[in-house]
């Protein structure tokens, strides 16, 4: 086990207000991944982080922030979310090295935007 | 970018039969090809994994095959059993730090 934690599991909020997602890990890998799974869509990527301070884009970006001020931490934040946002929310890192191969995945978030 | 399809996007089988899922992608210069299995409201989690040089690898009742000239590959399952059913999803990647692109799943359900 890669000692994935994501915090909350369940939460449900109002369109327009902010969320935080936390994704914390135990093993000091140094990849980590923010998806987004949705019926019809698969899992897609939203941010990635190679590092501390080292983040980039993914496919669906927009509306979307992270941070990463250690190696265990790695937040997930909606500055103000919409119903298009309502989802399960996936943390992963990368089991194998510094690659992106080889993903482990948390146990995800169910997000609701009424 | 890379995309992936996946086909077909449900499949019943009766249990002890094959099922076979298959991908595609769009850019030739992936050549990281995993499988992930997702069952119902539990995590995805890597099954199996291939990579461009080889073109078939197996593990126990699952295989994996790739057709580079074809740009696709496919997850065979034998002698299915119920524990067989759950979402599956297949990837590609330029391999190394890059980014995977997932397909959108096949929902494959195991008939007693």
């Known amino acids: 086990d890669a000692g994935i934690t994501q915090s909350p599991r369940h939460k449900v909020t109002e369109t327009g207000t902010p969320v935080t997602l936390r994704c914390h890990q135990t093993?000091?890998?140094?990849?980590m991944y923010w998806y987004r799974q949705d019926p019809g869509h698969g899992l897609r990527l939203i941010h990635y982080?190679?590092?501390?301070?080292?983040?980039d884009k993914g496919e669906v970006s927009d509306g979307y922030s992270v941070s990463r001020s250690k190696t265990e931490d790695f937040l997930l934040t909606l500055e103000s979310a919409t119903s298009s946002q309502t989802s399960v929310y996936f943390c992963?890192?990368?089991?194998?090295?510094?690659?992106?191969?080889?993903?482990?995945f948390g146990s995800g978030t169910q997000l609701s935007v009424l | 970018g890379e995309n992936v399809e996946q086909h077909p996007s449900t499949l019943s089988v009766q249990e002890g039969d094959s099922a076979v899922i298959k991908c595609t992608y769009s850019d030739s210069a992936s050549n990281y090809f995993p499988w992930y299995k997702q069952e119902l409201g539990k995590r995805p989690q890597l099954i199996i994994d291939?990579?461009?040089?080889?073109g078939e690898k197996k593990d126990q009742r699952i295989a994996v095959t790739l057709n580079k000239t074809a740009k696709h590959f496919s997850l065979h399952i034998t002698e299915t059993q119920p524990e067989d059913s759950a979402v599956y999803f297949c990837a590609a990647s330029r391999g190394g730090n890059e980014k995977l692109t997932f397909g959108t799943g096949t929902r494959l359900t195991i008939i007693p």
């Open positions: 093993e000091n890998h140094r990849y």
């Open positions: 982080s190679y590092g501390v301070k080292d983040t």
């Open positions: 992963a890192i990368s089991e194998e090295g510094g690659t992106g191969e080889k993903l482990f």
């Open positions: 291939i990579r461009s040089n080889v």
